[in-house]
């Protein structure tokens, strides 16, 4: 029991919440749902790829995890492949769960695909579905990036749910209904298009206008935009949460003192500006402006996750020293160097509060 337990908190900080239009999640525990899609009653592949001996019999499917928070007379699904028919008893739902995902087989090792799209027979179930009219949540169960661009426009809600074990559809269903906060963050970049591969946000900078990850280029493609569908670092919780002051201690410490292990300080003021308690993670970024070498343009240095009441203020300490600012230079020497570096603070890699701190 203990292990499941684990296995279901596990699970429920590991989803990430992608989009929750005109807060649409979570849902009332009074309402009637249908379930489309073929991951509804899927348990093998929520196993995932790198499972060697798990039983497909303990996993807990999306249909059981909803169930356990609506009865079965409020639930509508149909049992049957077959796109039409899942969708017969949709009208009489106060909203949709599309519930969506590639078998386990397809990924891991040895296990690549050339085209990253969701299939068109998901967009075009979805576009049938939001035809109804009812709120659309996507729920996503993937083992590695899916480029969403054509989907996502459908969806008043997305949980990126991934393959997450024996407890994963309890996970997902206490995200739906509002009994875990959801705090997971990306830890990659998700593409608009196969084409965008590869993708990523630490890239180095180029001598040419084509740095389109952060939006400051219309030039990687004409028929694409440069920046991520949804970027490293991102997700979005029930609660509010706003960085109010960075405090920062020293600006410059010489090339020498940080060899000593001397490191810049920032206190980060944190609030919760709303009534539900929930998780958040906070991370810092670093860009060196100047170096012997091409330094990406941003590079995750430091996050801390913290838990906040409602309405609760934290101040976190971040420390930044020779370990985070160094490199390794073309000897293979791993060392840090004078000049100027850039520090941003926030919730994924778009933060825009910016600290300028100076090496001398």
């Known amino acids: 029991m203990k292990h499941k337990i684990n296995a279901r908190k596990l699970a429920s900080e590991s989803i ?11 849902l009332k525990k009074d309402l009637k749902v249908s379930l489309i899609g073929p991951m509804v009653k899927e348990k093998d592949s929520l196993l995932g790829s790198w499972c060697l001996d798990g039983k497909k019999e303990d996993v807990v499917s999306i249909y059981d995890g909803v169930n356990s928070y609506i009865p079965t007379e409020r639930m509508f699904f149909s049992d049957t492949s077959l796109d039409d028919e899942q969708l017969i008893s949709t ?7 599309l519930c969506i995902g590639e078998s386990r087989k397809l990924t891991g090792e040895a296990n690549s695909i050339s085209m990253i799209e969701v299939s068109d027979r998901v967009i075009d179930l979805a576009f049938r579905a939001k035809s109804f009219g009812k709120p659309l949540i996507a729920i996503l169960c993937y083992g590695r990036p899916v480029a969403i661009e054509k989907i996502e426009p459908f969806c008043d809600a997305i949980i990126y749910a991934w393959h997450t074990g024996t407890e994963a559809g309890n996970a997902i269903a206490d995200i739906l209904f ?31 206008n084509v740095n389109g990850y952060y ?26 949460f706003e960085i109010t002051r960075i405090i920062v201690e020293n600006t410059e410490i010489s090339l020498h003192d940080i060899e000593l292990g001397s490191k810049f300080k920032f206190i980060v003021e944190v609030e919760n500006k709303s009534f539900i308690s929930g998780g958040e993670v906070i ?5 060196d402006i100047i170096a012997s070498m091409t330094r990406p343009i941003r590079e995750l240095k430091a996050y801390k996750k913290e838990f906040f009441s409602s309405n609760e203020k934290k101040s976190l300490l971040f420390e930044i020293g020779f370990n985070e600012l160094g490199f390794y230079n ?14 941003y603070i926030g919730n994924d890699c778009y933060a825009e509060n910016c600290v300028k701190i100076k090496v001398i």
């Open 16 to 26: 990430v919440l992608l989009k929750n239009q005109n807060n649409v999640l979570p």
């Open 91 to 97: 009208y009489k739902s106060d909203a949709i769960l």
């Open 178 to 208: 509002g009994e875990a906060n959801p705090s997971g963050k990306l830890p990659m970049s998700l593409p608009r298009c196969t084409g965008q591969i590869p993708l990523y946000y630490n890239a180095p900078p180029s001598g040419r």
């Open 215 to 240: 939006g400051n280029s219309k030039l990687n493609y004409h028929d694409c935009s440069g920046t991520p569908m949804y970027r490293f670092g991102y997700g979005l919780s029930y609660s509010r």
């Open 283 to 287: 991370q810092l970024y670093i860009r």
């Open 330 to 343: 073309s000897d293979g020497e791993f060392l840090v160097e004078s000049g100027d570096f850039d520090i």
